[in-house]
């Protein structure tokens, strides 16, 4: 097990681009959740998928947001046309029980910054 | 509806102090409570969770918190700081209504002086 891995680590983008990240939860784990975190602030609910099924999109996620699942493995998510305001760690999560008190297993994040 | 109210932003403490960070929170149901950390350019690491039973909880690097339902807290101890402590620390309620998500706090930087 080697934990939850993201890439890239850090991207640095021109407003207008379109960036994709990735995101590889533990092998084991159904369930996957990202997160927009900002300085000062605690992780932010994106989106969450239970093997490859989108379950829940927070109000957050713009037309311009889209993730991915295809086989219940790996994750993407694309920002399309990306402006300076996206610009924020974007952690991925998951987690292996269906209870309420499952823990959350972070990766390291992905920081994106839009210039 | 639910929420967390972590009070300061930055806590800061000598080496050996205790170390006290305070978290409230408000769940229409019994709640489940987290405290994670988060070291610079990692992502955020389980400390301890609150489930049922008994309300004080121990966790990892000598950290516990105790869950006091009359007061709507789970506040986050540990009696000697070590350098090595400072982190950023979110508490965090667990889902509800149906949702799997959890609602973070907004965080506490903990600043531990030599």
């Known amino acids: 097990d080697t934990g939850v891995s993201q890439d890239p680590r850090h991207k640095i983008t021109k407003r207008g681009q379109n960036v994709t990240f990735r995101c590889d939860p533990i092998?084991?784990?159904?369930?996957l959740y990202w997160y927009r975190q900002t300085l000062g602030q605690g992780p932010e609910f994106l989106t969450y998928?239970?093997?490859?099924?989108?379950?829940?999109k927070s109000r957050l996620l713009s037309d311009r947001f889209s993730a991915e699942r295809p086989k219940g493995s790996f994750s993407t998510l694309e920002i399309q046309r990306t402006e300076q305001g996206d610009s924020a760690m974007y952690l991925c999560?998951?987690?292996?029980?269906?209870?309420?008190?499952?823990?959350?297993?972070f990766g390291p994040g992905t920081r994106l910054t839009v210039l | 509806a639910q929420s967390v109210t972590q009070l300061g932003s930055h806590v800061s403490v000598s080496e050996g102090a205790l170390v006290l960070l305070r978290c409230n929170y408000s769940?229409?149901?019994?709640?489940?409570l987290f405290w994670y950390v988060q070291y610079p350019n990692q992502g955020l690491q389980l400390l301890l969770k609150?489930?049922?039973?008994?309300?004080l909880v121990k966790g990892i690097n000598g950290f516990e918190a105790e869950f006091k339902k009359s007061e709507t807290s789970f506040h986050l101890t540990k009696p000697s700081a070590h350098m090595s402590d400072a982190a950023e620390y979110f508490c965090?309620?667990?889902?509800?209504?149906?949702?799997?998500?959890?609602?973070f706090g907004r965080g506490t930087s903990l600043i531990v002086h030599p």
């Open positions: 965090a309620v667990g889902p509800s209504g149906g949702s799997y998500i959890p609602t």
């Open positions: 998928f239970q093997n490859e099924a989108q379950l829940e």
């Open positions: 999560a998951s987690s292996a029980t269906s209870g309420r008190a499952s823990e959350q297993f």
């Open positions: 609150y489930t049922t039973g008994a309300t």
């Open positions: 769940s229409s149901v019994p709640p489940y």
């Open positions: 092998s084991e784990h159904n369930r």
